[in-house]
């Protein structure tokens, strides 16, 4: 799994940890601090936990003489590692107005300094090192996509909708919105997993076959347009689409929209990242939860496809590497309506499956602190692919399974269509 | 789907619909009543609601001048069918104390008279016809494993340990109980899912391939013994072996053992059917949720079998049909130490597979109520296979595929391991 | 306190448990065992509860050689008595369905045929065995009281409405319910509380004086007419009549009358013991919260008394003894219209005052079993007083204090105003 | 009531507006934002709050002209208000980001020129606008308690422990903590209620006359050694001293000693805004609920006095005005042990009676949003007398009834005990 120089290495750890901050440079102090729910973690957290991670299992047992930044912080910056021991609540976590901001940018200069020291000096990485700074990178990366969703979420739903970027997309005269058009896939047996040498998740483990009858799948993501027919028609009032639990979920938390959507005087307009504004139809649909992405696919006579049948669609029909999308550095953090050269795999939108979060035929649980990352969560979690508009680019791959529970909507989660013909 | 004559659907409901009253024999009126728990039914309530399918889907609409029973009887007995309108909260159904038990047996006989007359004189069954009414029998049986387990749960939640049935399982000198062996299967393409003319499910249909790789199912059900050492080690006590969700529920509720089971002066005691007692240890382990069946398997070094795994595995390891096994026609309800002969894949314990209640490639919700059935359940629930002493014989396939919540205890569940090779 | 001889005694006890298995006479089976709302208790529960006490707290402590009955039966029918032991959680009530109906009757012929012969040999009581008698007393008529209002709650929210008893009041030619009329009370000091040598609760003992302010006292109680004009006008929505927590209450619960009432085509019915029929507007309004009294007092422009204020006019106003009034003896179970030789200070309805349940000056908390029977409840719940309907004519006194959080609806609670001037 | 001239009041306004942005002086901006529990507010909130309520309810009134600084800031800032509108809910009063503390301090600067300007150009106020401008004075001076309070909590909760203030209660030696001693009261009429010129709340209005037994009232405050020996005979433990919802609050709360104590190594250490240290046993204790008031009081035998019996007794023994105590501008935020002259009546902690909350004999509610002040809180709380240690000296008085529900225990609240002879 060595596939960079050492020197590339301390490269891609400022980088990473450079954008990290960078994608706070709006905030105010305020905005760091709060979790308006338990799914959101406070941006300071954040700063503070991915600046853990490097000192608990890279420093503190690698670097000799290193000494930690401050006694308390493990028990405060620990997620859910039991194998590490005490933290907080995650219920607290927007509780804690100490350590402040500039503290815990302090801890991060420190361990940065440490780091850099540490990657200087050793010449001599084994294996498993080399696996816990790719693993360091990686977790940054998904906590820089959390960071973007979580601060939508914090400063979405303040009365005053603060605006965290004036960035908007650029001329979209070549964007592409004929009907929905399918691509066909044939019926085959089909390697699923991921093969290689580069990083990646223990979750992506397990190269296997699977066998896919001929299905087809939309060649784009689902419009805002197409959405608000589907609410404009009644589908969220009639049962027939919604699997149950799905429709007690829209009852009981009186759900008539996308999260974000506002209905001001019989137009619709969203909150994004750029403010509030009146809502593009070309652009794809997003902040849905499973459950509605679910109930459109069948409103429309269709269905989600399987993360078996979205990886190889993908692979055969947006094969190129490096992916091509709008992800997280174009800082659009807005899906863009779909482009005539691009299918729409990648970036805009994390796409649900109708797969649910299991593990492939010959998954083993690592048997470290790092068996905590992925194993423990295999279950009630639905898979989404592709990356979306908040996701770094080079994180993405064709084999990448995200996960999460069918209610969630904070983050950019959007639909394609399948169907067996 | 005609496989029996008229005069053999009489025969058949006769015996059903008796079956269903010889189960509630042993009740005190006052034991019909209840509802300790949300899971849980009042045995009146499936009294009435299966009377009720019969009245709603079959006399309401077939038999001319049919007059219902009465008028507020399908308000009270509607389970979850949003088709047919407003229903009792399935939270208040243990409240409800009217009708009283003798007005629900009135009820089910004046639905019977109506529907053995009907049957009498009707000699021009259609399709429909005929699928609805086998739909009613297995609804029937369905809801007869249902009171089983809900008395169960309502006499062995009582302080005073209600004595249902002193019927005890005969001579077991033939029990095998050697160490664990394992069966193989060979990797392949599979066929999956209900390929016949008999009665079936919606949700075992969609006929299609599987690619197993190549792996190994145990022989028999793992025992009460097995499971006292899981215990005794610790199990319920390391979260290396335990899902998030599942180490949480333990906690968060106390579990430390299997439902029904009490430690009394350092013995281990178990409610059953017949009374609390000791507990053997040659008996399937039973009553525990999904997660503790996953964490039994890890903390072994296995897994569960794919609901797929164990499909296959049935098939060419228990082809005979009739299926043989202990089932509710022997009134044990409790599983058995396995005998010399059986492989234990029918009857004892529903087994946790390790696979989520998804759609099948080419499944599709039937419009009408009936699409009520399935479909709206394939979320957050996993499957369980081969029926438990609690079903009746005749109600189980090969093909057949039951779903629960990862938290559920109170059926007869239990495990059986896999492991690739 | 020895007021009656024993040979009285007997009588009494064997009127009061007699009244008690009365009550139950148009019971169900059924009806006996669930608990629709935690506050409400299984009529076999009740059944049972007041024969545990004879049991414990007489037999048990003073009958040589008595044998209980049971020896779970203290586990189950224990109410809250934290010095007796463990008991079943009060939630669990309503789960129980053993002991059967039969048994707990057989569990009160047993006891009370220890108690007869108890009583029969014994010539001998010392003051605390008559005081333990009388509490026996009072405390199956308190569940007398109970009984009648639980049992009307679990028939009154089951959709079938049955009918309790036939039994409607006869003429009432004589009813007086001119426009509110007050009656005046002078400023001075006055004395509160129990003075005499019968039968009464600890926490009507510290006779003590109050000053009262010259104010009037209303010489009916509020009719449902009246009550209707307050729905009428809006006195459900509008918060300027409201008490914050009684705004919240009212809103969350979704209430817009009192509980029992049902607005059918455009017309109020309610549900009595007599089943569903039209409101009758002459009678006194009931089964509102304490909220629902002090909005109704705002709305009028006036308040509720305080439970000195009470006494001091119900003393003055209506000192005959024995009191007059519609108790449960008639068994109407349903406040009616005024009498014009009637100031309702007695039966009909327990009226709200603005008082809170707190000790009397000089109160002592027993320190027995039986000092946990009202001292340990005086925290954040309001007194009531004169008794009502369900409440046995010898049961209620001047200085009785009846007690429920301000939020409790099913009790037959109601109005009377007051005044400065 | 117009007591004070013109001028007086522009200073007074400076004055008090000053103290507040003082008290937030020690605070780092992320401070401001949390709310870890619902009875606490954040700073910024209480910053935004006191402003908005002179903007509100005299700028927007009576300033012709007037431009109010921000139209979302009613929304963002209306505490309670039913009849101004709309709101922030206030569990959600922690998730506000923006305002940022800057925006809120400028708007603090905008309101308070505008009101120097109009207290300055105005010499024709009537008596409504006195009234609300000594509201204005008394509503923030309340607000600035629960800052002190509400802070206290945020930082307390924290694992770092941060310290607020340096400053150090000075020489005590001239303490006074002999064993208990009790002042004697006669019986008699006494008047209770406010009867003067100055200012004051509509709660205190209504002077009338109670009647009172004579009584004994101790003449300090309870102490932390007291109530460790109240804790290490075990009355956390034994329910003979609690009301049973309080035994039911600590239980289920886990709550063995007062808020903010800790057991470290078998020593008691508390956490106070000079942060965390050894427990100072002469102190009077505080931070407890009124249950463990109660129970504390009959653990010992005795009870707590009742707001009468409190009124009556402060007035005779301690007159003298202005009052004295240990209030805060002295910066202690923390309760002294008592001195040789002063019985503690005043400052300190709040006093927990045994009286709730309820309106006096002659109260009536005002009819405007004022109105909303108080009255619609008389349910459900107890009174609370005499101030404490985060109480501006001038804010209080002998009449003055403060209130909380009976398990609130993040204000100064403390013991003073009281019995009959």
Redesign the interface.
């Known amino acids: 799994m060595i596939s960079i120089s050492l020197e590339n290495y301390l490269k891609k750890f400022n980088e990473i940890r450079r954008w990290t901050l960078h994608l706070c440079e709006p905030l105010?102090?305020?905005?760091?601090?709060?979790?308006?729910m338990v799914d959101v973690s406070p941006p300071?957290w954040h700063l503070g936990h991915t600046t853990w991670f490097f000192e608990q299992f890279i420093l503190k047992k690698y670097m000799s003489g290193y000494t930690e930044f401050h006694p308390?912080f493990s028990?405060?910056f620990n997620s859910?590692y039991?194998?590490i021991g005490e933290r907080?609540l995650r219920i607290?976590r927007?509780?804690?107005?100490?350590?402040?901001?500039d503290e815990v940018v302090k801890y991060r200069h420190y361990v940065d300094t440490a780091m850099k020291e540490f990657l200087d000096i050793n010449n001599n990485f084994d294996d498993q090192l080399f696996d816990l700074l790719n693993l360091g990178f990686n977790h940054e990366q998904q906590h820089q996509e959390l960071l973007v969703t979580d601060l939508k979420y914090?400063?979405g739903?303040?009365?005053?909708f603060?605006v965290y970027t004036s960035k908007k997309s650029g001329n979209v005269d070549d964007h592409y919105l004929e009907k929905l058009k399918f691509l066909d896939i044939d019926e085959g047996?089909y390697f699923i997993g991921y093969n290689g040498e580069d990083f990646h998740f223990d979750n992506e483990e397990g190269l296997?076959?699977?066998?896919l009858?001929k299905?087809q799948i939309s060649d784009r993501l689902i419009t805002n347009r197409e959405y608000m027919e589907f609410i404009n028609s009644g589908g969220y009032k009639d049962?027939?689409y919604?699997?149950?639990?799905?429709?007690e979920f829209i009852n009981t938390n009186k759900i008539q929209s996308p999260l974000y959507w506002h209905l001001i005087d019989d137009e619709w307009y969203y909150y994004s990242l750029q403010g509030l504004e009146k809502i593009n139809p070309d652009q794809p649909v997003t902040h849905i939860s499973?459950?509605e992405a679910d109930a459109f696919s069948?409103w429309i006579g269709m269905?989600l496809p399987t993360e078996f049948e979205w990886e190889i669609a993908a692979r055969i029909y947006s094969p190129k590497v490096p992916l091509d999308g709008n992800f997280a550095e174009k800082e659009f953090f807005l899906p863009q309506p779909r482009k005539i050269n691009n299918l729409q795999f990648f970036g805009d939108v994390w796409e649900w499956t109708?797969?649910?979060y299991?593990?492939y035929?010959?998954y083993k649980?690592p048997d470290d602190a790092v068996?905590e990352y992925n194993g423990?969560?295999?279950?009630?979690q639905m898979i989404l692919r592709g990356g979306s508009c908040a996701t770094p680019a080079n994180h993405i791959r064709h084999t990448y399974r995200n996960f999460f529970h069918?209610d969630k909507r904070w983050q950019f989660t959007g639909i394609r269509l399948a169907q067996?013909i």
């Open positions: 105010q102090k305020e905005d760091y601090v709060v979790q308006p300071k308390d028990f405060v859910y039991e194998s907080v607290d927007g509780n804690m107005t100490r350590p402040t901001v914090i400063l739903q303040n009365p005053l603060p047996e296997h076959k699977v066998f009858h299905y049962f027939r919604w699997l149950q639990e799905g429709f499973f459950y069948k269905r109708n797969s649910s299991l593990p035929p010959f649980k068996g423990k969560f295999m279950i009630n069918p067996h």
